[in-house]
Nanobody, 126 residues
Framework: QVQLVESGGDLVQPGGSLRLSCVAS????????IAWFRQAPGKEREGVSC????????FYEDSVKGRFTISRDNAKNTVYLQIDSLKPEDTAVYYC???????????????????WGQGTQVTVSS
């Protein structure tokens, strides 16, 4: 049984930082692309970042470039999302998702992702 479990969400002040974790079980990350999506109240779920097993493949949506950093540790079956310089508009539930992809680059088309976690809440407020 595949499971993705996110953690690390919190209430932080603007300008703060968080590191989100996504731990996978029931699959091996070396065969999967992993993406982070977020969904704010009343808004569509949007992709923010992804990574595949292609060396150097780290993709970011324009609004988070320079502030978000995705990384993966296949040995721990874990993907991280470091979020710096947090803004109120980053407030959302953050989800990780997995797509079987042994080769090729990742993308942020959410319908292509097969497995999803339950999400972790990030709230940015003073």
């Amino acid at each position: 049984q595949v499971q993705l479990v996110e953690s690390g969400g919190d209430l932080v002040q603007p300008g703060g930082s968080l590191r989100l974790s996504c731990v996978a079980s029931g699959l091996s990350l070396d065969s999967y692309a992993i993406a982070w999506f977020r969904q704010a109240p009343g808004k569509e779920r949007e992709g923010v970042s992804c990574t595949s097993n292609t060396r150097g493949d780290f993709f970011y949506e324009d609004s988070v470039k320079g502030r978000f950093t995705i990384s993966r540790d296949n040995a721990k079956n874990t993907v991280y999302l470091q979020i710096d310089s947090l803004k109120p508009e980053d407030t959302a539930v953050y989800y990780c998702a997995a797509q079987y992809k042994r080769f090729g680059l990742c993308h942020l088309y959410k319908d292509a992702y097969e497995y999803w976690g339950q999400g972790t809440q990030v709230t940015v407020s003073s």
